[in-house]
């Protein structure tokens, strides 16, 4: 810890981030600095995450089992769901879950949807899929969904499903999700042999501002309670502009990219990673996003003692 780092603490509290949790059959640490945990750890970690006064969550699944639909993710028993279960029952409501809804860790394709003839993603046919989905992490205990598959009408449907079957607390998180590169280090440990699989047909492209600003109008009408801009790095004109043109609460999510280079470039002597990482956040809550996703989250509050 650096007296640096500890004077630029005050505009980032921990309320600011939110810890993603990838849990896997499996506890592993990886070349690309993520943490996959296993059940049996999982108590453990959060007890830890709370010390931190770190108070949300959001989990991404990753299933022993994978087949042509998906299945495993509405499984009732499935691994997030099973999640779900356990930390309501050691935690009761301290800590908030937020849980990632999509299908593709759990297909053969490694893609958000189900796939036509073609091989394109059938949005239509996707959307029923993606509501099963959610209501299960509902019925579990979920604060909050977060579709991240990009599909039209998506927030929509999941809205509805929820509302029909009595979870109309249950808040959702609509996903801008842009086409990048830098999500490859979280693909390359869900789901190794689909790392570089083609998506530019339902996630944004980055060059068109009006679509991407279009998007996010339609989600907030389907039902959307907060939006989440990914990744962080190189949209925070776009970020700017979304919060003074929408009244609700504005996410950013540092993804699994941002998050290697800072630890790839630290190793190297090349930066100060902790320095880096604040004055980059800080410029996020600045440019108005209410919360961050982080990989990095535990070892910054840890490191400055933020409240
Ligand atoms: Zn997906």
Redesign the pocket.
């Known amino acids: 810890m650096t007296s640096q780092g500890i004077s630029r603490k005050s505009i980032l509290k921990t309320s600011n981030l939110i810890t993603p949790i990838i849990v896997g059959t499996n506890s592993v640490s990886n070349n690309n600095d993520l943490q996959v945990m296993s059940e049996k750890n999982l108590v453990d970690r959060l007890e830890k995450i709370l010390a931190l006064h770190l108070d949300k969550i959001i989990i991404f699944g990753m299933p022993k089992l994978h087949d042509s639909s998906g299945s495993q993710a509405w499984n009732k028993k499935g691994i997030v769901q099973n999640t779900v279960r356990t930390i309501r029952e050691n935690f009761d409501k301290k800590i908030q879950i937020i849980a990632d809804v ?4 759990y297909n053969l394709s490694g ?2 949807g189900i796939l036509n003839q073609n091989n394109y993603v059938d949005n239509d046919k996707t959307l029923e899929r993606m509501s099963n989905i959610a209501l299960s992490y509902a019925e579990s205990g979920a604060d909050m969904v977060a579709p ?2 990009m599909m039209d009408g998506v927030v929509l449907s999941i809205r509805n499903k929820l509302d029909d079957n009595g979870f109309r607390d249950t808040k959702i998180m609509s996903f801008s999700k842009h086409f990048s590169c830098l999500y490859s280090p979280f693909r390359l440990t869900a789901f190794k042999k689909f790392s570089k699989i083609d998506k530019s047909t339902y996630q944004i492209g980055n060059s068109n501002s009006r679509e991407i600003l279009r998007k996010i109008e339609m989600d907030l009408l389907e039902g959307a309670d907060i939006i989440t801009i990914k990744p962080s790095l190189g949209n925070l004109d776009l970020i700017r502009r979304i919060v003074e043109m929408v009244n609700c609460k504005i996410a950013a999510q540092h993804v699994s990219g941002e998050y290697a280079m800072i630890k790839a470039a630290s190793r190297c002597g090349l930066i100060d990673e902790y320095e880096w990482t604040i004055g980059y956040f800080a410029s996020m809550i600045r440019a108005g996003v209410n919360v961050i996703i982080s990989y990095g989250a535990e070892e910054i509050a840890a490191s400055f003692r933020i409240h």
């Open positions: 999509c299908v593709c860790q893609h958000c991240s598959s």
